[in-house]
């Protein structure tokens, strides 16, 4: 027979329909909970990094996902920069500015711009990426290749039940 | 030996010392990217859920920690809730307000003022808090309790990891 965690988190106790409470799973079990920790203290960790080289955390997404992709359109850039449209699009007026991106009306349809990333673009990125790794590994210290996998593959099936766009 | 997870995302190929690219990596194996994406859904689709009721993200995280402990100081709470203090203290005006919190100041220090919930708060959470247990479980379908627990337990030594709070 399977092993049940606890028997209160993700099932309710055996024979009962009733949900547990919050104090009876306890905030250190409550995974939303442990993950918004997590994101806010890793974002604003590497904002400040960022601020000293005069970028901002939705630039340098906007740029990794630049930096490993042919071109993306403003709505794929927002949804996988995790940003509002109009952030991104104020975000892609100033990269354009800096000169590390370039935008180009589709030929077929004049009102879908392709977003590219330029030389200078990636040479960005590229002089961030260290410390952006660097911090990456210190975030996942201790914790095993199996292990990473795992929760690799956790966050993939989280993000499959969650999620409401097509990729 | 171990086995290596790939090889190229928490370790350098085998004899390098060089950092894998983001490329290299790619995306969907880069855990921040993954945990930003899940994170960012999550509070999207709660948000929404809680506008219909006149709440909001930080206002329901905070009577959420405060139904699970006795009191608590603007400083933990913004802490706990993930929260900038000003915006904590901006959203305690608010549930103050609404009858949901109750602040006093400490007998031995009175520039500190404990927080605690109401019996109206209490209410209140409750009534959200079955619409929140069930986001929950939809976000976790189909992954097993074994897993859960693990997830959790590196979410753990994730925080340890990089947080710079003392709770």
């Known amino acids: 027979m399977k092993e049940r965690f606890s ?30 920790r997590v994101v806010a203290r890793y974002n604003a960790n590497l904002s400040e990094e960022l601020k000293a080289v005069g970028m901002t955390t939705v630039k340098v997404r906007t740029l990794a996902i630049l930096s490993i992709t042919p ?34 009306p589709r030929a077929d349809d004049m009102r879908i711009r392709d977003v590219t990333i330029t030389e200078e673009g990636r040479a960005a990125f590229e002089a961030f990426w260290p410390a952006m790794y660097d911090s990456f590994l210190q975030m996942f210290q201790g914790i095993e290749e199996e292990e990473y996998k ?15 766009h097509e990729f």
Chains 1, 2 share one sequence.
């Not at 099932?11 to 442990?34: D, V």
């Not at 795992?150 to 409401?164: M, T, V």
């Open 150 to 164: 795992q929760f690799i593959s956790i966050l993939h099936r989280i993000l499959q039940n969650i999620r409401k």
């Open 71 to 104: 071109s993306a359109t403003i709505n794929e850039l927002s949804v996988f920069a995790v940003t509002e449209q109009s952030t991104m699009s104020r975000t892609l007026d100033s990269l354009e500015e800096q000169g590390y991106i370039r935008r180009t």
């Open 7 to 36: 028997g209160t988190i993700l099932h309710p106790p055996e024979g009962s329909a009733k949900r547990p409470t919050m104090g009876e799973i306890g905030l250190n079990n409550f995974a939303p909970y442990l993950m918004n």
